[in-house]
């Protein structure tokens, strides 16, 4: 007998969220197999950070539904709202990874300290254990926020806009982190609009603006056409490249 399929890690059906009479997402349906990674690819106000925050309840669904599969979803949203000033470490930042599971006496025990730990080795910032996280490299910061992510020993992973004003190499360190997480089984989405490392880095493109353009492998969701709907009349930078989608225009950037 056949072995069952597996439920998907990710399944969105129909999904409609609105902000006030607008729409933000509208009809939204696809189904994420456990261990893929995912770019998310839209412009601005195509509703990604939406589709994130209603899967994990902070966005209010006005139709359809969203569902994950296991309750251990680390989110990462573009940036940890932290006075400079506060003064908070890198290393009490990836501890708060392990407060969900604490409990009600919320103490630290070996499991947690090795998550945490774990988690540090595995960005490569242990020696930032003691800096100030407002004192931090953008780069920087971004590597403790996702090590804060590893140390939840989550099953799902949301992550908007990782890759925004990293430099080449750190991105390159995180592709191949996300890769490492996928090769335990987990799934991994990541908002970008990096449009090289989506057709490159990633099993699966989610093409989004407001309601869903293409889902599927690159080969299959790269196609001029699908960019165009996706990007309407924003003007990207694709390596050397500058694209019009408005006018199909492609020139030396």
Request: glycine share 10%; proline share 4%.
């Amino acid at each position: 007998m056949a072995a069952e399929a597996a439920a998907p890690a990710v399944s969105s059906q129909e999904l409609t969220v609105r902000y006030g009479r607008e729409p933000a997402l509208l009809d939204v349906s696809f189904e994420v197999p456990a261990g893929a990674t995912v770019a998310l690819l839209g412009p601005n106000g195509a509703g990604k950070t939406t589709l994130f925050r209603a899967a994990i309840g902070l966005a209010r669904v006005d139709a359809g539904s969203i569902d994950l599969a296991s309750r251990r979803v680390a989110f990462v949203p573009q940036r940890l709202e932290l006075e400079p000033s506060f003064p908070v470490t890198v290393a009490d930042v990836v501890r708060m990874g392990r407060y969900g599971d604490l409990g009600w006496i919320g103490r630290f025990g070996e499991r947690d300290r090795e998550l945490v730990d774990g988690a540090l080795a595995e960005l490569g910032i242990e020696h930032l254990t003691e800096r100030r996280f407002g004192d931090l490299s953008g780069g920087e910061r971004q590597r403790a926020l996702l090590a804060q992510a590893s140390a939840q020993d989550a099953d799902i992973f949301l992550l908007d806009e990782p890759f925004a004003g990293l430099d080449a190499p750190t991105h390159a360190a995180m592709q191949r982190l996300f890769e490492q997480w996928r090769d335990r089984g987990r799934t991994v989405l990541v908002a970008t609009h990096d449009l090289e490392s989506a057709g490159r880095d990633f099993d699966l493109v989610l093409c989004l603006n407001k309601t869903l353009i293409a889902f599927g492998p690159p080969a299959e969701t790269f196609t001029e056409e699908v960019i165009s709907r996706t990007f309407a009349g924003h003007v990207l930078r694709v390596g050397s490249l500058l694209v019009d989608t408005a006018h199909h225009h492609h020139g030396a950037g």
